[in-house]
């Protein structure tokens, strides 16, 4: 059974660089696939922020290409997201999320985490 | 970016009655096009992929239609479980990744 659990700090200060772990079981990163990351802010909709080929190749949604960098650890079976320059807008839950290829939707999702971006 | 339309955005239905969902893309997606249920404090859950094909797990009474710009997500017969946010998503032209903005199913 795949399973996705992220990890990171649950409160983030203004201006600062958000740091989010996603760790995979269940199934080996190196296998292939895409691994993404979706966020939601409370009470609204999902937004999907961008995804890494096991490869190592990137796709980033263009409103937030300038300040997301996803990276992938094969070794550790886990992949990052790290988002620079937050403001009280990146406040949302994060999910990661796997699909199977690029014309796949997302098949297994992790539980989410609440990060509150506030000084 | 291809932006998805969902509508109502709040549906009200009876236990055991049926419930039509609708997504519009605003151009083709093919038949790429995912619907997930989301239920209060926990992740989105894949049910219908393809416009049609139901996921692993999921029960005959959710069906998917549609393709190009129009897609229905049908219930059946409402069980109690079943009230909750459903999304729809495009994957045919990404990145990015599109969601539609949700429709609340909820209890009449």
């Known amino acids: 059974q795949v399973q996705l659990q992220e990890s990171g700090p649950g409160l983030v200060k203004p201006s600062e660089t958000l740091s989010l772990t996603c760790a995979v079981s269940g199934y080996s990163i190196s296998s292939g696939y895409y691994w993404g990351w979706i966020r939601q802010p409370p009470g609204k909709g999902l937004e999907w922020i961008g995804s890494?080929?096991?490869?190592?190749?990137?796709y980033y949604n263009p409103s937030l290409k300038s300040r997301v960098t996803i990276s992938v650890d094969t070794s550790k079976n886990q992949f990052s997201l790290k988002l620079s320059s937050v403001t009280a807008a990146d406040t949302a839950v994060y999910y990661c999320?796997?699909?199977?290829?690029?014309?796949?939707?997302?098949?297994?999702w992790g539980q989410g985490t609440l990060v509150t971006v506030s000084s | 970016e291809i932006v998805m339309t969902q509508s109502p955005a709040t549906l009200s239905v009876s236990p055991g009655e049926r419930a039509t969902l609708s997504c519009r893309a605003s151009?083709?997606?093919?038949?790429?096009l995912a619907w997930y249920q989301q239920k209060p404090g926990q992740a989105p859950r894949l049910l219908i992929y393809?416009?049609?094909t139901r996921a692993t797990g999921i029960p005959a009474r959710f069906s998917g239609s549609g393709s190009g710009t129009e897609f229905t997500l049908t219930i059946s017969s409402l069980q109690s479980e079943d009230f909750a946010v459903y999304y729809c998503q495009q994957y045919n032209n990404w990145p990015p990744d599109t969601f539609g903005q949700g429709t609340k199913l909820e209890i009449k």
């Open positions: 999320a796997r699909r199977k290829g690029l014309l796949r939707p997302f098949d297994y």
């Open positions: 890494i080929y096991h490869s190592g190749s990137t």
């Open positions: 151009q083709s997606v093919s038949s790429n």
């Open positions: 393809g416009a049609s």
